[in-house]
């Protein structure tokens, strides 16, 4: 029996924007509850609830995780194979 496997998660890619955010990001615990963010719309990014907005350009989505106190703007490619991290909030 081949073994079982968990959901394919989507590849994590940042915008310049966010990739500076998350670079500037020094605290171990914000580092940490951004990564549990990252995980969880890697899994399901569909997951988050959509913005709204005009139909240019992808659809924006918003995760926010009030316990961790953490917030991504992120959007999927067509295949949700990878979400597109636009913003964070920590």
């Known amino acids: 029996m081949a073994p079982r496997h968990g959901p ?4 994590i ?9 998350v670079e500037n990001t020094t605290s171990e615990a914000e580092v940490h509850a951004l990564d549990r963010a990252l995980v969880v719309i890697s ?4 997951l ?8 240019a350009g992808p659809r924006l ?3 926010v995780d009030e316990v961790e106190a953490v ?19 920590i």
């Open 61 to 63: 989505r918003q995760y």
């Open 71 to 89: 917030r991504v703007l992120y959007y999927v490619t067509a295949l949700k194979t990878v979400v597109v991290v636009a913003y964070v909030e």
């Open 8 to 11: 394919r998660r989507a590849r």
């Open 43 to 46: 899994v399901d990014p569909d």
């Open 13 to 21: 890619a940042f915008s310049d924007a966010a990739a500076k955010q």
């Open 48 to 55: 988050g609830e959509p913005l709204p907005g005009g139909s």
